[in-house]
């Protein structure tokens, strides 16, 4: 009698145990696919407020753009601090743009710029987007 009952609960246990990993790995998936939709929405916010932008300054977390159209003199910062992608406009209150970063690096090429993210998943995304940059 104690030995069933001793191999009910093992068996309890053990079918909790494999319940949990389940639960475990479904959620690290849908994690994954939340921040790939994250980061591919934030691409296509990002690209869209360049279009008309040219790039002004850069730094590894930071780029500041300028608007193409003279009559438009903002300035825009756009930052990672603090596990953000965050969008200023003249160093005034922010947007944040994209969360959950853990590494962010823009790179200037000649066509644009280059953006390498780690996000909370612990995967590194890539892309580049065209951006003119100021005459000389």
Same mark, same amino acid.
């Given at each position: 009698?104690?030995?069933t009952?001793?191999l009910? =609960?093992?068996?309890m246990?053990?079918?909790?145990?494999?319940?949990?990993?389940? =639960?475990?790995?479904?959620? /690290?998936?849908?994690?994954e +696919?939340t921040? !790939?939709?994250?980061?591919?929405?934030?691409?296509?916010?990002?690209e869209h407020?360049? &279009? !008309? &932008?040219?790039?002004?300054?850069? %730094?590894? *977390?930071?780029?500041?753009? +300028?608007?193409?159209?003279?009559?438009? *003199? %903002? %300035?825009? *910062?756009? &930052?990672?601090?603090i596990n953000?992608?965050?969008?200023?406009k003249n160093?005034e209150?922010?947007? @944040?743009?994209?969360?959950? =970063? +853990?590494?962010l +690096?823009? &790179?200037?090429? /000649?066509e644009?710029?280059?953006?390498?993210?780690?996000?909370?998943? !612990?995967?590194?995304?890539?892309?580049?987007?065209?951006? @003119?940059?100021? @005459?000389?």
């Amino acid at each position: 009698m104690e030995a069933t009952f001793a191999l009910m =609960v093992n068996t309890m246990v053990l079918l909790l145990m494999v319940g949990g990993m389940e =639960v475990i790995r479904t959620s /690290n998936s849908q994690m994954e +696919k939340t921040q !790939d939709a994250e980061w591919h929405l934030f691409l296509i916010q990002l690209e869209h407020e360049l &279009e !008309d &932008e040219l790039l002004v300054q850069k %730094a590894s *977390t930071t780029i500041r753009t +300028k608007s193409i159209h003279q009559a438009d *003199t %903002a %300035a825009y *910062t756009y &930052e990672f601090r603090i596990n953000k992608v965050l969008r200023y406009k003249n160093g005034e209150g922010y947007h @944040p743009m994209l969360l959950h =970063v +853990k590494a962010l +690096k823009y &790179e200037v090429t /000649n066509e644009g710029i280059s953006i390498q993210a780690t996000l909370s998943d !612990d995967q590194t995304r890539r892309a580049h987007l065209i951006l @003119p940059k100021v @005459p000389i």
